[in-house]
């Protein structure tokens, strides 16, 4: 992330590395070990936000020239809250929902001026594993996924008032293993296209839910299920185990990309949408969910890459 010539990557030995994208992309620019366990990485405006593991966030700037510093961070913003010990917390995700940031940062969800990244307000979720793993932006809401259980939380944006809890079991149930039907399920990942919400869980379950008929019908039941998902356009797989990862990709080509002339190539597709696990099930008693997508996976013996994607009309 950051800037249209760098690509940043956080490693696994904790090493923050700055790679270009043009000539030359296989060796670093720059590369530097950070402090803490790194978790999440946001650019906004002209700062590149790293959320840690000792509720600190790193923060490199950009210059009035559009270069980025990497050889010194800009500052650095400790998440503090009264009456509670943050110094171990993990900041495991941020987004800009509005004009604030949102970071989750352990039991916090906190809210920065997007302009000088000030803390101008702290929601506390309470106990009970209440802990932000993932945010994304929707719609004038911030969809906000915890770190264990199966409900999507819906706030907001302006207000920051929670407005649903969406359960997605009764969804995986139906295209889960039989011995697993009565396990406990967690939503792994999730991404968004701008009009629908995918989904990763614990027991291999993909499935995708319409936003706008999310936000206008009650949370589906184990028997109201099939019919919910049918007017979704998005087919559902699954992975024979969790699902590690999802990923939204657009193929859209700008106005600007696309000039004054017309395209010689114009994708099959608009988007592609990526999952990762282990294992792959095709279900094939909702074909007519299906029609508007087509689906691959790879074939490798322990790791599956599911695409699949929304067709242009």
């Not at 699954?238 to 700008?254: A, G």
């Not at 990309?257 to 909702?286: C, D, Q, R, W």
Request: proline share 5%; hydrophobic share 35%; charged share 20%.
């Amino acid at each position: 992330q950051g800037d249209i010539s760098t690509m940043w990557i956080i490693t696994e030995d904790n090493r923050l590395c700055f790679y270009p994208t043009g000539e030359n992309r296989h060796q670093p620019i720059h590369s530097t070990e950070l402090s803490s366990r790194a978790f999440c990485l946001l650019c906004v405006g002209n700062n590149a936000l790293i959320g840690q593991s000792d509720s600190k966030i790193t923060v490199y700037s950009r210059s009035s020239d559009n270069l980025w510093n990497v050889h010194f961070p800009g500052k650095e913003i400790e998440l503090t809250t009264p009456d509670h010990d943050s110094r171990s917390d993990d900041i495991r995700c941020m987004a800009v929902v509005g004009s604030k940031v949102w970071v989750g940062c352990g039991p916090f969800i906190h809210l920065l001026n997007a302009e000088d990244l000030t803390n101008e307000r702290s929601i506390y979720l309470g106990e009970n594993d209440k802990k932000p793993q993932d945010i994304i932006s929707l719609s004038g809401h911030a969809i906000v996924l915890m770190l264990k259980g199966s409900s999507l939380f819906i706030y907001e944006a302006d207000s920051v008032k929670l407005v649903m809890t969406f359960d997605v079991a009764p969804m995986s149930f139906i295209y889960g293993n039989a011995a697993e039907m009565t396990a406990p399920v967690d939503i792994k990942s999730i991404a968004t296209d701008g009009e629908n919400i995918f989904v990763g869980t614990s027991n291999g379950t993909m499935v995708a839910i319409l936003y706008k008929q999310l936000m206008c019908s009650q949370p589906p039941t184990r028997n109201s299920t099939e019919s919910f998902l049918k007017q979704s356009s998005v087919p559902v797989h699954c992975h024979k185990d969790k699902i590690r990862n999802i990923m939204h990709v657009s193929l859209q080509l700008s106005p600007v990309a696309m000039g004054t002339e017309t395209p010689s190539y114009v994708p099959p597709f608009k988007s592609l949408i990526v999952s990762t696990g282990k294992g792959y099930n095709k279900h094939t008693e909702f074909a007519g969910a299906m029609e508007e997508s087509v689906s691959c996976c790879t074939q490798a013996e322990d790791f599956q890459v599911i695409v699949w994607g929304h067709r242009n009309q």
